[in-house]
Antibody
Framework: QVQLQESGPGLVKPSETLSLTCAVS?????????WGWIRQPPGKGLEWIGN???????YYNPSFKSRLTISVDTSKNQFSLKLSSVTAADTAVYYC??????????????WGQGTLVTVSS | DIQMTQSPSSLSASVGDRVTITCRAS??????LNWYQQKPGKAPKLLIY???SLQSGVPSRFSGSGSGTDFTLTISSLQPEDFATYYC?????????FGQGTKLEIK
């Protein structure tokens, strides 16, 4: 069964770049699916960040577009998130997830366990 | 962006109760509405997709309905493991957006 695991620094300084990777196991990322990132600030709701197809095609939330890069590494079966110029408002649990079927807007299932990233000096 | 509004924001209920949570979209999203359950410290779990389709492995006491702008999630008989926060999500247009969540607590 497909499993996703986020990894990356838990602490990032303001104005720096947040970098996370989502390792996929039990499934080849080159099969038909979009792979996405969602975040959740502590005690708050869910916010979609963006997604990517194995070809490299991406969709980004316009709220992040100028700061966001999502990329895929098919040789390592993983995809990554880079968010630049972070502020305290970017403090959140970051989840990676697979879209349930082939569409870029299909529901998210399954999800990774999430990783907390704190932006602080 | 399409705004998703859930009601109520919180709800107290007892084991065995029938519970309904409502989600309203700021514009028509046809049937592109999904429901998730999230327990503390855990990732969300997909319950219902396309407004009324039950995700594999999800108990049949969960059901969804609606189309256009108004949707409901119903739990027919609450079980102890159902106390959690529930989110709706529209998958009609980018950016996909979530409701603010409904926290279901034990009475």
């Amino acid at each position: 069964q497909v499993q996703l695991q986020e990894s990356g620094p838990g602490l990032v300084k303001p104005s720096e770049t947040l970098s996370l990777t989502c390792a996929v196991s039990g499934y080849s990322i080159t099969n038909s699916y979009y792979w996405g990132w969602i975040r959740q600030p502590p005690g708050k709701g869910l916010e979609w960040i963006g997604n990517i197809y194995h070809s490299g095609s991406t969709y980004y939330n316009p709220s992040f577009k100028s700061r966001l890069t999502i990329s895929v590494d098919t040789s390592k079966n993983q995809f990554s998130l880079k968010l630049s110029s972070v502020t305290a408002a970017d403090t959140a649990v970051y989840y990676c997830a697979r879209h349930r079927n082939g569409g870029s807007l299909s529901p998210f299932d399954p999800w990774g366990q999430g990783t907390l990233v704190t932006v602080s000096s | 962006d399409i705004q998703m509004t859930q009601s109520p924001s919180s709800l107290s209920a007892s084991v065995g109760d029938r519970v309904t949570i409502t989600c309203r979209a700021s514009q028509s999203i046809s049937g592109y509405l999904n429901w998730y359950q999230q327990k503390p410290g855990k990732a969300p779990k997909l319950l219902i997709y396309a407004a009324s389709s039950l995700q594999s492995g999800v108990p049949s006491r969960f059901s969804g309905s609606g189309s256009g702008t108004d949707f409901t999630l119903t739990i027919s008989s609450l079980q102890p493991e159902d106390f959690a926060t529930y989110y709706c999500q529209q998958s009609y247009s980018i950016p996909c957006t979530f409701g603010q969540g409904t926290k279901l607590e034990i009475k």
